[in-house]
């Protein structure tokens, strides 16, 4: 059994990743259905859910958040059955959700913005659960990084209430990006920011506890997503101190120290669930991984790399008015650890971009290309979708324009695929010119030809951060 109470005695607050997207804010108790016009045809061999997740409610009792990582979870499913596209979308019923909602204004701390209005039992009490949504084992999960999984209703997305995989880890977090495993389990991991402990979980495809482990890493704060290949876990620690401070929220908390310490990519070996090795490179700060694979004596994996503090404008007010969130842009970096030399080393594969994905099929193992969101124009807006070859460097990517914003694109492989590409790349975009929200389908094998489909809302949906297609 792991010690919980290292993680218990602080509580673990959300953080979420950042396009430059614009809200639809949604009133409790909001729900939203709707049927889609499909433009274009949509694959006859495309069927399946595609769920996704991110925050909802920014505003309660004349009171407003002030950060877009803050806003209560609004789960989405997106039906793609014989041609025909439907939506559905309602809030995470949460603890936090419930009693905010009865209470008529906010009681409880966010990442961003400081309430202490009640009490709070544990990390449950402030879940959000408004980053991804997990379809695994038969359940769909609502994530958010600081707490527990929250179970929805696959169909009717409706909260069946939080998931403890076993009694010892109730209410211990669960980070919003694990990682599949070939066999069906997958990997995930816990941060408490100034606790200093890393939690590792290994469930198996029956979504049992199979291994836990709990690491002392020294500095070890806000850790958003990991990557993991055949034989390691690795995670990239941004160069932040925690220092606590009254009426304070955690992003208050987190205060950038680029200018004293190097980020460090801290490697985990899979069978003995210990360190194995530290490496050091320039101060910058990071949300997202692509995949790992191991290479002879190294471990290659990608990242979407900030030179700087990518904190530095996540606020509400900006995302709302589309500015650019960080003063600092990003890259798509493909790293090299070389665990002889102790060395790591660095290879630029695309410009300003976000969210990177591979094939469901290569995770963990050797893959060759790679799906992004960038930006083409100055401002940073996030509105092309762009597959990369990480062996040329060379990007087959389409770009929507002015006007739209582009969320988080996956890969859906055909079945019995033979490559990476043979399939379908499946995501939403806001035309903000008609204000409505759009599934978008592309090839995989040719982007630049542009969408396949488009299936179009009467309505916007709120933007979400993470999901996952489960196909039927």
């Known amino acids: 059994m792991i010690n919980r109470r290292q993680f218990l005695s602080l509580a673990a ?125 038969g359940g769909v999960y609502a994530l958010w990084e600081g707490g527990s999984a929250t179970e929805l209703d696959p169909q009717t997305l409706a909260t069946r209430g939080i998931k403890t995989w076993r009694s010892d880890l109730k209410a211990m977090p669960f980070s919003a990006h694990p990682k599949m495993d070939p066999d069906g389990g997958l990997w995930n991991f816990g941060t408490a ?56 929220s955690l992003r208050e908390n987190l205060l950038w120290a680029g200018d004293r310490r190097p980020m460090r990519a801290v490697v985990v070996a899979k069978d003995t669930l210990a360190v194995r090795q530290v490496f050091e490179l320039p101060a910058r700060s990071v949300f997202h991984f692509g995949n790992a694979y191991e290479d002879g004596g190294c471990t290659r994996f990608d990242a979407i790399l900030y030179d700087g503090d990518a904190l530095l404008k996540t606020t509400l007010e900006a995302r709302e008015a589309l500015r650019p969130v960080t003063d600092h842009p990003s890259s798509c970096i493909q790293i090299t650890l070389d665990y002889a030399t102790g060395q790591a080393r660095e290879a630029r594969l695309f410009g300003a971009s976000e969210f990177p994905r591979v094939a469901p099929q290569v995770v963990s193992a050797r893959h060759r290309k790679l799906l992004v969101l960038g930006a083409s124009g100055h401002d940073l807006t996030l509105d092309s979708v762009n597959m990369i070859d990480t062996d040329s460097g060379k990007a087959d990517g389409y770009a929507f324009g002015a006007g739209w914003q582009v969320e988080e694109h996956v890969l859906v492989p055909r079945r019995g695929a033979r490559s990476e590409t043979d399939g379908y790349v499946v995501g939403v975009a806001q035309d903000t010119h008609h204000a409505q929200t759009v599934l978008t389908v592309f090839d995989a094998h040719n982007m630049k030809a542009g969408p396949m489909a488009l299936a179009r809302l009467p309505y916007r949906a709120p933007v979400c951060f993470h999901g996952n297609f489960l196909a039927t």
């Open 193 to 248: 920011p100034g606790a200093d402990k890393l939690v590792i979980y290994r469930l198996n495809a029956k979504g049992e506890v199979a291994r836990t482990a709990i690491i002392p890493v020294p500095q070890l704060n806000m850790v958003h997503d990991f990557v993991v290949s055949g034989r390691h876990l690795i995670f990239l620690l941004a160069p932040y101190d925690f220092e606590s401070g009254p009426e304070r």
């Open 13 to 137: 607050l959300a953080a979420a990743p950042f396009p430059v997207l614009a809200d639809v804010i949604i009133s409790a108790p909001g729900e939203q259905a709707g049927q889609a016009t499909v433009l274009g045809r949509l694959p006859a061999d495309l069927q399946g859910v595609f769920y996704r997740n991110g925050p909802g409610r920014y505003e309660l009792g004349g009171e407003r958040y002030h950060h877009w990582f803050d806003g209560d979870g609004f789960a989405q499913r997106w039906q793609i059955a014989d041609g025909k596209v439907s939506h559905a979308g309602r809030f995470v019923a949460t603890q936090k959700f419930e009693d905010e909602s009865k209470a008529g204004r906010f009681l409880y701390p966010a990442f961003g913005t400081y309430f202490d209005r009640k009490g709070m039992k544990n990390n449950d009490t402030i879940n959000a659960a408004n980053t991804n949504l997990l379809p695994f084992n």
